[in-house]
């Protein structure tokens, strides 16, 4: 099988000790699973698990209380492979500072809404497109709507940059690699919900031009799967990293062009 070149599972440890003991099913392996927030969190009995979720007379609270925890666990799961860094983890809508600026609270309010309408967004593939100045927020923002589809629709997401997905396609040229170019472009193409930030900075697809991010929004666009686009450069600009054809695929039917107008708060991304 390829190696997958996004979507990276939490990490687990052995725990300390490295077994417990379940009252009813006695000593069991302990480990430790890696949390979106950073902690770590020991597994419980998987056989009082499997019971509570699968034998008939478990009592309804009981049930629901592994119907969640179950839950919480590919919540988590499917936050950590997005590739969200643990500077924009904590990002989200109700952090995201507008003051009284008027166009701040409408970029808010058109993320915001495109998180909430995620299932018609899915269903119609409805693309966004959030650009402008550097440090205005637009990571803080494509981060916010990807945890909030995450935790709301346990939907699967990748978050990556131009670049990230330029330099996982050149490592497939490697002759010791066992992905293919195919199998970058297939995961791509593969979740529910594909943020490319940075599109336009610096190298970006470097070599590849505009042809490698024409594909994967391609991709996507015949699934009819979303993509959400952030970039520091116009619109007009724009085809130079992702050729015309795919803008046009973006600005589809009902697909958004938010625009953050104003100065950068912090003089950095
Ligand atoms: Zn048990």
Not at 156 to 181: G, L, Q
Request: glycine share 6%; charged share 25%; with cysteine.
């Amino acid at each position: 099988m390829a190696d997958s070149s996004f979507l990276k599972p939490p990490a687990k440890k052995r725990g300390e000790p490295m077994f417990d003991r379940c009252p009813e099913h006695g000593q069991f392996e302990s480990w430790l699973v890696e949390q979106f927030d950073g902690s770590w969190k020991a597994n419980a009995c998987q056989q009082c698990r499997w019971q509570a979720l699968n034998w008939q007379h478990v009592a309804e609270a009981t049930r629901e209380a592994a119907r969640e925890a179950k839950r919480a666990e590919l919540v988590n799961q499917r936050l950590i492979e997005s590739g969200i860094t643990p500077r924009f983890r904590g990002c989200s809508f109700d952090n995201f500072e507008v003051g009284g600026d008027q166009a701040k609270r409408t970029a808010l309010e058109s993320c915001r809404r495109y998180a909430e309408d995620f299932d018609a967004v899915v269903r119609e593939g409805r693309s966004q497109l959030l650009l402008g100045n550097l440090g205005t927020g637009k990571t803080h923002l494509a981060t916010a709507i990807v945890q909030a589809v995450i935790r709301q629709h346990a939907a699967t997401a990748i978050v990556t940059t131009a670049s990230e997905i330029a330099r996982a396609v050149k490592a497939t040229f490697a002759k010791s690699s066992k992905t293919s170019e195919r199998d970058v472009l297939d995961e791509l193409a593969s979740v529910d919900l594909l943020v490319i930030d940075e599109v336009g900075v610096q190298v970006s697809t470097g070599d590849f031009g505009p042809g490698l991010l024409h594909e994967v929004i391609d991709r996507r666009y015949q699934q009819v799967l979303p993509t959400i686009l952030v970039s520091n450069m116009t619109v007009e600009e724009l085809p130079r990293f992702i050729g015309d054809r795919a803008l046009d695929r973006l600005r589809q039917g009902s697909s958004r062009m938010v625009r953050f107008t104003w100065t950068s708060a912090r003089g950095d991304a």
